[in-house]
Structure formats: C-alpha cells, structure tokens
Nanobody
C-alpha cells in the first residue's frame, strides 16, 4: 500500500509558474510509475504527465508539452510537476497517482492503470 500527498497548489497569474510535489509513503515509490492528472469543474479527469519508475521515460499531454516538466527523486520518494507559462485553462484540481508495484517499466497515460491516488491540490490561474 502507498499513500500519496500533493502540495504546492495555489493561485497564480497567467504566465506564472508553480511547482507541485507529490510525497509517497507506505512503501518505496521507485517500484511504481507515477503520473499527474487534473480535473476542472464540470469536466472529466484528464492526463497531464507521467514518469516511469526510473525516471527515464516521461510523457505529456499535448496541452502542456513544452510548458510542464515532470520529474522524480526516488531517494526522497517524491515526484514533482514544474508548471510554467500557466494559462487560465490550466485551472483544475491536480492529482498525483501511482501504479501498482512492479506493474510496468513504462509511463502510462491511462488513469485506469493507476491504483493509488492523492487527495488533490487546487491550481487556479487568473487572467
């Protein structure tokens, strides 16, 4: 079992930056791929970015490619999402997620491949 806790959300003006963190506890996160997803009001949860167990594979949604950077520090059991050039349409609750241990060496985009989820952190981008 693994527990995930996001932090770093907040209110930022368009064009600004934020860094989200996701701390994992309960077991080492290095055995799991991890990802970020977001859900805006009235919309379904969508994929943002994912990173493989080793960090060697990263994937991004087209809407954030070139603006967001996902990374992880397995020694600290923590994953990050650096968000730059933020837009009002990036406003959402951001969730981190982890796959089951040993599930894959890839970085899945499908939320149904993730078993563990954090509670979410709100990101609001004002215009």
């Amino acid at each position: 079992q693994v527990q995930l806790a996001e932090s770093g959300g907040g209110l930022v003006q368009a064009g600004g930056s934020l860094r989200l963190s996701c701390a994992a506890s309960g077991r080492t996160s290095s055995s799991s791929a991890m990802g970020w997803f977001r859900q805006a009001p009235g919309k379904e949860r969508e994929f943002v970015a994912s990173i493989s167990r080793s960090g060697g594979i990263t994937r991004y949604a087209d809407s954030v490619k070139g603006r967001f950077t996902i990374s992880r520090d397995n020694a600290k059991n923590t994953m990050y999402l650096r968000m730059s050039s933020l837009k009002p349409e990036d406003t959402a609750v951001y969730y981190c997620a982890a796959t089951p241990a040993g599930y894959t060496y890839d970085a899945p985009k499908n939320q149904y491949e993730y078993d563990y989820w954090g509670q979410g952190t709100q990101v609001t981008v004002s215009s």
